[in-house]
T-cell receptor, first 113, second 111 residues
């Protein structure tokens, strides 16, 4: 069974540009989460989808971040426009049920110059 | 506010030793706690998940315990090997479904 996949693995962009990260959860997992780790800090929650609906987006830092999960399969996280403080590693995770074990992808390392 | 603390930040031990990693959380209304390992440049690998109704979980040489009253969880690694070198993270879940992470303990096993 394929695990959670994320694309790209690395992205380097200029401040003010737009970047879109993609996450493909484990097949059949309705729950999809986004987290991120910025330099020197712990991993922090961004938002949670159940199928195509946003269940909890309390961790989204500001309105420059937009997450979507059309059709309840893969998800995208767009940052527009990117700022220097957005640099970090963005992780996606999925689970079969809301309180079950979460399985993480390898992360996307975003560098904003 | 939920907080998860992992001490020490880094640990180095010789191969073959048994060791304990610590995780403290601030709220006793914990739903479950998950331990992960992260290798450099890689994602998080789930090691063990302990439900609030459980006191411990075991997988191979790993044993994780949970004490809600004291707000502590420990990860015990028996007969450590160089391949165990990684960063170990604990994360708690309360009523909300998100995980709250500690900063991790970077473990080095010296051959």
């Amino acid at each position: 069974e394929a695990g959670v996949t994320q694309f790209p693995s690395h992205s380097v962009i200029e401040k003010g540009q737009t970047v879109t990260l993609r996450c493909d959860p484990i097949s059949g997992h309705d729950n999809l989460y986004w987290y991120r780790r910025v330099m020197g800090k712990e991993i922090k929650f961004l938002l949670h989808f159940v199928k195509e609906s946003k269940q909890d987006e309390s961790g989204m830092p500001n309105n420059r971040f937009l997450a979507e999960r059309t059709g309840g399969t893969y998800s995208t996280l767009k940052v527009q426009p990117a700022e220097l403080e957005d640099s970090g590693v963005y992780f996606c995770a999925s689970s079969s049920h809301s309180y079950n074990e979460q399985f993480f992808g390898p992360g996307t390392r975003l560098t904003v110059l | 506010k939920q907080e998860v603390t992992q001490i020490p930040a880094a640990l180095s031990v010789p191969e073959g030793e048994n060791l304990v990693l610590n995780c403290s959380f601030t709220d006793s209304a914990i739903y479950n706690l998950q331990w992960f390992r992260q290798d450099p440049g890689k994602g998080l690998t789930s090691l063990l998940l302990i439900q609030s109704s459980q006191r411990e979980q075991t997988s191979g040489r790993l044993n994780a315990s949970l004490d809600k009253s004291s707000g502590r969880s420990t990860l015990y690694i028996a007969a450590s090997q160089p391949g165990d070198s990684a960063t170990y993270l604990c994360a708690e879940r309360q009523g909300a479904q998100k995980l709250v992470f500690g900063q991790g303990t970077r473990l080095t096993i010296n051959p």
